[in-house]
């Protein structure tokens, strides 16, 4: 196997979960910049027209690949180097993001599990409050579910009282 197809495969695989070596194939036919048809690079890369197909949607959704408004539609990588960064730079926030999950997993596991809250009433100024670090809670969402929990909480103790709350801002 060519060893650029092999090269292109390993940088790829880690970005695009999808990516295998007829991935590779087809994009070593793109990368030398020509606009070339499914059939074209179906030659240069010893791959059947169907699969070529199925690959460049994959790579279309991936938008690794770019086609023109052609009949017979035609393929080409726009800029593969920008390409590349941007798919890397996509990896990166998700793990940036994969990192801050699992960071909130440890503090809640490392709290026992449960927060604690304050609420704090003053005349028309309601504030909610992590009990633990005593930060005032900004996520709309963390204020939204302590309020469900806290109107659950209160009709288990008094099931026949209405209670409303106003949402948390």
Do not use: W
């Not at 070339?36 to 690794?64: C, R």
């Not at 941007?86 to 940036?96: A, C, D, G, K, T």
């Not at 003053?122 to 809670?137: I, P, Y």
């Amino acid at each position: 196997m060519d060893e650029e197809v092999l090269r292109l495969h390993a940088l790829f695989q880690n970005l695009v979960p999808t990516f295998g070596l007829t991935h590779a194939k087809v994009c070593r036919a793109l990368l030398n910049g020509e606009i070339k048809t499914a059939k074209q690079i179906g030659k240069e890369s010893f791959i059947s027209p169907n699969k070529v197909y199925g690959i460049l949607k994959d790579l279309l959704q991936q938008k690794i690949v770019s086609t023109t408004n052609t009949n017979p539609a035609s393929y080409h990588i726009p800029s593969p180097q920008k390409t590349f960064v941007r798919l890397v730079n996509q990896r990166i926030s998700l793990l940036e993001k994969r990192i801050q999950e699992f960071g909130k997993i440890i503090e809640n596991t490392a709290s026992g599990g449960e927060k604690e809250y304050i609420i704090r009433i003053m005349g028309a100024q309601t504030k909610l409050f992590d009990n633990t670090t005593k930060a005032f809670v900004k996520e709309p969402q963390e204020a939204k579910q302590v309020v469900k929990q806290l109107s659950e909480y209160l009709k288990q103790l008094e099931p026949e009282k209405q209670y409303t709350y106003a949402a948390y801002k």
